[in-house]
């Protein structure tokens, strides 16, 4: 058998905050403990090699329960659990990383802590009842976790200025849209609209580390930002409507780039425009780009994605599905009769949706 594959530091990290966010035993205990005005100190790890660093105490080996965690933290020393804090193996442990590691910490019990993370490799939490903090150590990282309120709070903050974005991307997708339907559109148009969905896209990963950290407390916070991310998940095709596709990169490397700018670059429209494949200032091109299509035949009665790739494969642009008579609709892969009739509707019924609500 091979070997399990190693866990990246990204994903250790992740399983340390899930491990206590709300709604786990250890996020329990920890309250307990905070409420009592006591300390703790939390092992989460290989068992061997936290032993090997560790020493005294007593043998536990017993399920991990909120009480019985913050009954064994009145001890000074060190509680020891395995890698999923599902079982408390010792308590009472006196921890002897190497004291040449350095730390930046002061208190006794954050300094053991932060040497034994980066020695053991492990996950730390130390609960401190003079600072009312709890500061979880993950090899290198530390991170001092927030009170619920504070992150509420942030989380709150953040939805309400991607809600405030996702405005300014519908007004730039309705606009985009009615130009497509009329084969109007200009870099500037395509550029913007990029713009404002990677402002969407940068919120919604802004959110991650909030909605990790707060665990059950975070659910409706979590569903508010799924259901808004709903009506503008399309926008992302307006990259592969309108990227140039010259054999400098693939639609997926164009969005890989584009999600690399920095916040500086991204807020110019030159940049964008270049990982198109176009020129640096989108403001003096003036001829017409073509949509590909793949946007709006998205809202268009459903279609499948190998239907839609079937489609823009025969006739390249949205402007010739719609001027495509039904037996050349036909003569795609997938299109029967009744959906070439279909395809047609749908794309005229949006057609004049856009229209309407435009005037």
Known sequence: MGEKPRKSDEEVYRHAVRLVSPGT?????????LQSRTGALLCFGPPKRMSDLSEGGVQVDAPCSPQLLYELAKMDGAILLNHDGTRILSANRF???????PTSETGTRH???ERMARQARCIVVAVSERRNSVTLYVGEQKHVLDTLPTLLNRASQVLQTIERFIDALNESLEDLSMREFQDMVTIFDVCRTIQRWERVRRGAEEMEPYLLELGTEG???EMQLREVMVSVSSAELVVRDFYKD???GTYA????RL????????LKLGNISQLLGYGPNPRTVDT???SRGYRILTQTHRLVPQIIDNLVARFGTLQQILRAPKEDLVRVEGVGEVLAERIRSGLHLLQNQLALERR
């Open 111 to 113: 300094i053991s802590a």
């Open 288 to 290: 017409y780009l073509s």
């Open 219 to 221: 659910r409706l916070v």
């Open 95 to 101: 921890l002897r990383p190497r004291s040449s590691i």
């Open 25 to 33: 035993h250890i996020r329990e205990a920890i309250s307990l403990i």
């Open 259 to 266: 999600a690399g700018l920095d916040e500086n670059d991204m």
């Open 253 to 256: 490397q164009v969005l890989e």
């Open 246 to 248: 010259s054999g400098k």
